[in-house]
């Protein structure tokens, strides 16, 4: 699979990276993603799985990690996409009072909104309304800082405080300010650097529109990626094991060698053992 991050990378030279080459998950990638989750998981995954960023590869697991998170986000997208198909099958209640229904929705990865990052830059610039703060300059959130705050997400206040500590550059005249100076801001200060942040960033949206087939009104549906990712994974631990067992018994080889395909392959596989045998049968 061959496309464009929404952002992209800028290496240490200044170079900005956007094509990519990504290859489907293997069963040695499926083994490891169904057994925990985690930004750094996600950073070792995509090392494995993007085979080109722009001029880089290998890319290491370093530079998966920094990657812009909705860069990461949509790498994800593509990952569940060539291993689980475009089609995405969820069930949920309608929010509406009136109606409340458990409804199942079927809808595509390719209908997902991409907001992509019209002006890439290593670093922006902002002037917030209040004059003694004078211009700030930050860069944007990236793997590593979710790798950082993994302890703290709970508390949302405090990691969106460690987040702008993380990607503030300078505030006025502050060089790298401390997290006690960003708390110590007026809300609307924050509020404006949290808008300047979000107008300049690649988005992934994680709901889909659509429309309740009980009631007919518009709704918004949840699209965590992460959660419909790892969750498929999960999902099919087991099948995984049983498909490395039915194809180690029937061609005798190495679960390694078998791990090391990705599911069409392997499936493809077992379609053919499975024809096989049922032709082996109607001839009896």
């Given at each position: 699979?061959?496309?464009?991050?929404?952002?992209g990378?800028w290496?240490?030279?200044?170079?900005?990276?956007?094509?990519?080459?990504?290859?489907?998950?293997?069963?040695?990638?499926?083994?490891?993603?169904?057994?925990?989750?985690?930004?750094?998981?996600?950073?070792?995954?995509?090392?494995?799985?993007?085979?080109?960023?722009?001029?880089?590869?290998?890319?290491?697991?370093?530079?998966?990690?920094?990657?812009?998170?909705?860069?990461?986000?949509?790498?994800?997208?593509?990952?569940?996409?060539?291993?689980?198909?475009?089609?995405?099958?969820?069930?949920?209640?309608?929010?509406?009072?009136?109606?409340?229904?458990?409804?199942?929705?079927?809808?595509?990865?390719?209908?997902?909104?991409?907001?992509?990052?019209?002006?890439?830059a290593?670093?922006?610039?902002?002037?917030?309304?209040?004059?003694?703060?004078?211009?700030?300059?930050?860069?944007?959130?990236?793997?590593?800082?979710?790798?950082?705050?993994?302890?703290?997400?709970?508390?949302?206040?405090?990691?969106?405080?460690?987040?702008?500590t993380?990607?503030?550059?300078?505030?006025?005249?502050?060089?790298?300010?401390?997290?006690?100076?960003?708390?110590?801001?007026?809300?609307?200060?924050?509020?404006?650097?949290?808008?300047?942040?979000?107008?300049?960033?690649?988005?992934?949206?994680?709901?889909?529109?659509?429309?309740?087939?009980?009631?007919?009104?518009?709704?918004?549906?949840?699209?965590?990626?992460h959660?419909?990712?790892?969750?498929?994974?999960?999902?099919?631990?087991?099948?995984?094991y049983?498909?490395?067992?039915?194809?180690?018994?029937?061609?005798?080889?190495?679960?390694?060698?078998?791990?090391?395909?990705?599911?069409?392959?392997?499936?493809?596989?077992?379609?053919?053992?499975?024809?096989?045998?049922?032709?082996?049968?109607?001839?009896?």
């Amino acid at each position: 699979m061959e496309d464009e991050l929404p952002g992209g990378y800028w290496d240490e030279a200044g170079n900005l990276h956007r094509p990519f080459e990504l290859s489907p998950l293997t069963g040695h990638d499926e083994e490891l993603l169904a057994g925990a989750d985690g930004a750094t998981l996600v950073s070792t995954v995509l090392s494995r799985c993007v085979r080109r960023l722009g001029a880089l590869s290998p890319v290491s697991a370093e530079v998966a990690a920094d990657l812009l998170t909705a860069d990461r986000l949509y790498l994800l997208l593509r990952l569940r996409q060539a291993t689980f198909g475009s089609a995405v099958n969820a069930s949920l209640i309608c929010p509406w009072p009136e109606c409340g229904q458990r409804i199942s929705l079927t809808f595509s990865v390719d209908d997902v909104p991409v907001v992509r990052s019209a002006a890439p830059a290593a670093t922006y610039t902002i002037t917030p309304s209040d004059p003694a703060i004078g211009e700030a300059e930050f860069r944007l959130p990236t793997g590593r800082d979710q790798e950082a705050l993994t302890d703290i997400d709970r508390n949302e206040a405090r990691a969106l405080t460690e987040l702008l500590t993380r990607c503030l550059l300078r505030l006025g005249t502050v060089r790298s300010p401390t997290s006690e100076q960003i708390a110590a801001l007026p809300s609307a200060t924050r509020a404006e650097l949290e808008q300047g942040m979000y107008e300049v960033a690649p988005r992934v949206e994680q709901t889909i529109e659509t429309t309740c087939p009980e009631c007919h009104r518009v709704l918004i549906a949840p699209f965590d990626i992460h959660r419909f990712l790892f969750g498929d994974l999960r999902t099919d631990a087991q099948l995984l094991y049983q498909e490395v067992h039915y194809l180690a018994f029937n061609y005798h080889w190495s679960e390694r060698d078998i791990l090391n395909m990705p599911r069409d392959h392997r499936r493809t596989y077992i379609a053919a053992i499975a024809e096989t045998i049922g032709a082996m049968h109607d001839g009896t």
